[in-house]
């Protein structure tokens, strides 16, 4: 996601009213606040009755119904803001913050050809064989995050399930699969948190520099990783990735260990929080109704419905950017070439032409959602992320038959692209 600066001081955009312009902010203002955090539904609502294409205070769009945000992520004619795109723009300080040019030369910032020659050489790294080839390292690992859990239970009447399982799964499941040291696990987390700033819609600059401290902790971490594993190589990806490219560029050792980096980093960093809130919410969403878990408890076969109710009811990234590579028009709404349209992934999966009655969350739903994105940039780790969800709530259904929340998320209202569910206490 990329920075777009306060929205205090943008002037009206010509074409939008004043009144739509406030109500856009409001809405937005209004989704950083904890009522809106924690029910963002009545904000997805007032923003599809704007319309599917809404003028967003800085320029560009928003896009709110199902079938137009399909549209722009799985067209071929819609483009991420890349490098390319960044310098055409008006406002270069905009684009400079560290954090910023960094995430920009990551998979989900990359246009055809780049992206092409980096999916292509990845492959699909969790097809159905590699998944069933991680299932037994990830549920031993959900299994010991669950002792963990009751044994805090057990001490204390009530534990924090987002900090002691929801966060801990995926980095204790990208650490093995990648080979990093469990040591180093806690660190990660620390500046992946920190780091997110800078993709999100409305950065202020102390959370840029926070970002841009991160990043430079970051980079330090995934070099001095990469420099230790091509002198010390093990049985794992980094390995691998390390001997493809190397083989690749022979004679140009920066170019290897540049994209080296930024694969490593990349997939780590996102495969965490994302991750971790679809479990997290998964157990609030269903614990805080016994009667949910105890029908899903008795029909384990529909675990995976629950995944995915719980990725469309509340999906844990909410905003996605994309460009227009032509003049074109979006439901009717005529776009110009280079215009950012930001495409809200929880407004589309409530959209009730789509989805009726998106308000409920109805386990036997088998309703849509757009939660992983589309087309060429469709979320490389959503297969690891429904598989990790699968193992945990699978067990944690069998071992915590009274499981309940004791009190509702937390969650860190500085975000609104990014969701970070900062605690959730349950007691049984």
């Known amino acids: ?74 067209g071929r004619n819609w483009l991420v803001p890349d490098f390319a795109w960044q310098e055409r723009q008006p406002d270069q300080k905009r684009w400079e913050a560290p954090a910023t040019r960094e995430m920009t030369r990551t998979l989900p910032r990359l246009n055809a050809p780049a992206h092409t020659c980096q999916r292509r050489a990845l492959g699909n790294p969790f097809d159905r064989s590699a998944l069933e080839e991680l299932r037994p390292a990830v549920a031993a690992l959900a299994s010991g995050l669950l002792d963990g859990l009751a044994d805090r239970l057990e001490a204390d009447g009530e534990a924090d399930f987002g900090t002691l399982v929801g966060e801990q799964l995926p980095i204790r499941t990208v650490g093995r699969w990648l080979g990093l040291d469990p040591e180093d696990h806690a660190r990660i987390l620390s500046f992946t948190h920190r780091q997110v700033y800078a993709q999100e819609l409305l950065p202020t600059k102390s959370e840029l520099a926070i970002s841009a401290q991160a990043t430079l902790e970051m980079r330090a971490y995934f070099t001095e990783l990469i420099r230790h594993r091509r002198a010390n190589p093990g049985h794992d990806a980094l390995t691998g990735w390390i001997h493809y490219w190397d083989a690749r560029y022979p004679d140009d050792r920066a170019a290897a260990d540049r994209i080296i980096y930024d694969l490593t980093m ?3 960093i996102a495969s965490l929080e994302t991750s971790a809130v679809l479990m997290t919410n998964a157990v609030w969403l269903l614990t805080q109704d016994p009667s949910r878990a105890a029908w899903l408890r008795q029909h384990p076969e529909h675990i995976d419905d629950a995944i995915e109710e719980t990725l469309r009811y509340d999906p844990p990234v909410f905003v996605n950017s ?27 999966a409530h959209d009730p032409r789509r989805n009726p009655d998106p308000g ?34 699978t ?12 009190a509702p998320p937390s969650y860190d209202t500085s975000r609104v692209v990014f969701r970070r569910i900062t605690s959730l206490k349950v007691t049984v």
């Open 1 to 74: 996601m990329t920075a777009v600066g306060d929205i205090g001081g943008i002037s009206t955009i010509p074409g939008t009213t004043s009144t739509d312009r406030r109500a856009v902010i409001s809405l937005l203002r209004r989704l950083r606040s904890d009522e809106g955090q924690t029910n963002p539904l009545p904000i997805w609502e007032e923003m599809r009755s704007m319309g599917d294409v809404v003028r967003a205070p800085w320029g560009g769009y928003f896009v709110t119904g199902f079938e137009a945000c399909s549209q722009v992520l799985r």
């Open 266 to 268: 990349f997939i780590t």
């Open 322 to 348: 994309r460009i227009a590579a032509d003049d074109t028009v979006l439901a009717g709404v005529p776009v110009a070439k280079d215009t950012t349209v930001h495409v809200l992934y929880g407004s589309a």
């Open 360 to 393: 409920v969350f109805d386990l036997r739903r088998n309703g849509g959602h757009l939660t992983f994105g589309g087309g060429a940039h469709y979320c490389l780790g959503a297969g690891l992320a429904r598989l990790e969800a699968r193992e945990l709530l």
């Open 395 to 406: 067990q944690l259904l069998e071992r915590f038959p009274t499981l309940r929340p004791s």
